[in-house]
């Protein structure tokens, strides 16, 4: 999944891209606080790590213009403020977590879980329809069979976006938006590709096309009527080309 970092230090900031990225994190870096709203403001994240002290403009600048702008984009305050009155100003501005400095990073990666997990609704770690479970701690997909199908970080971020709202068409570009970051290396048919592998895996009906706009996850159960899948799982395999799945 892709995440917002908005930190002034140069050497946190590159300990958490390397940290996050063995989570399957895609992390965005913005280093001051101009730079930071401007990337939350165009971006699609599933969250937002965001220091307090930052030049340009404090983070309690940048989360109030956020909340009071509509963005509902889960943010965990990072900052060596921890104090009481910080942290109770921090979760009044619109904070969905705050955790001091120094932090494990076990306990950031479960805490960005449970504000993602929050955000979509769900008190519980799984997501989804039904048919299809999304564990979100475990990254597994439980299948209707009872079968846990392991995911890879661009397969369990692809159907993070999908199972978030069941049956909702996502473009190509919200869903590369979601999936791919700033230094992302992607190919045309990058996730035309992962899409390909996973209906493979999954069947046709798990994730449908629809022509012309986009994909969803269905919310009937394989085989049941509805509109027929079309697309990839009727098609010759895509060049994998130079994307990173």
Known sequence: ??????????????????????????????????????????????????????????GTALLRRARARGDRTPVVVLTA???LDDRVAGLDLGADDYLP??????????????????????????IGTPQLQLDLATRELQLPDGRREPLSAREFALMHALLERPGAVLSRAQLEQRLYGWDDEVSSN?????????????????????RGLGWR??????????APATGLAHAAPPSPGHGRD
């Open 1 to 58: 999944m892709r995440a917002l970092l908005v930190e002034d230090d140069e050497m946190i900031a590159a300990s958490l891209r390397q940290g996050l990225a063995r989570e399957g994190w895609s992390l965005d870096w913005a280093a001051d606080g101009l730079s930071g709203e401007r990337a939350l403001a165009d971006g699609a994240y599933a969250c937002v790590l965001l220091d307090l002290g930052l030049p340009a403009q404090e």
């Open 101 to 126: 400095k120094p932090f494990a990073l076990r306990e950031l990666l479960a805490r960005m879980r449970a504000v993602v997990r929050r955000q979509g609704g769900a008190a519980q770690p799984c």
């Open 81 to 83: 403020r921890d104090g």
């Open 217 to 226: 996850v269905s919310t009937q159960a394989a085989g049941g009527p509805g």
């Open 190 to 210: 990058a996730l035309d590709v992962l899409i390909y592998g996973l209906r493979r895996r999954l069947g046709a009906d798990a994730i449908r096309n629809v």
